[in-house]
């Protein structure tokens, strides 16, 4: 069982740039694959991107790639996500979760703990 907590979110203007966290309790979760996903109003929630375990592996949304970057501090169980260059459509609340899974997913069926979100919005 993992609890997530993402903060971080906000009101930035185009080209902008915002960095969320996300903190989980509980003793594994070193052991845990993490993700950052999205959901716009009207929309699908939608894959932004992934880290192993260990760290050593990372995935991005194309829309991302190149823009955003996440990281991992195990040490301190915290998954952060700097967003740089924003644009008005990565507006989106933005959720934390954890997948038990050994391999990284691009699919939210696979994470089974998500936190609560937090609203970002990229203002034109």
């Known amino acids: 069982q993992v609890t997530l907590v993402e903060s971080g979110g906000g009101l930035v203007q185009a080209g902008g740039s915002l960095r969320l966290s996300c903190a989980a309790s509980g003793r594994t979760f070193s052991t845990f694959t993490m993700g950052w996903f999205r959901q716009a109003p009207g929309k699908e929630r939608e894959f932004v991107a992934t880290?192993?375990?260990?760290?050593?592996?990372?995935y991005y949304a194309d829309s991302v790639k190149g823009r955003f970057t996440i990281y991992r501090d195990n040490a301190k169980n915290t998954v952060s996500l700097q967003m740089n260059s924003l644009k008005p459509e990565d507006t989106a609340v933005y959720l934390c979760?954890?997948?038990?899974?050994?391999?990284?997913?691009?699919?939210?069926?696979?994470?089974?703990?998500w936190g609560q979100g937090t609203q970002v919005t990229v203002s034109s």
């Open positions: 979760a954890a997948s038990r899974s050994v391999v990284s997913s691009r699919s939210a069926i696979d994470y089974a703990y």
């Open positions: 880290i192993r375990s260990s760290g050593a592996n990372t």
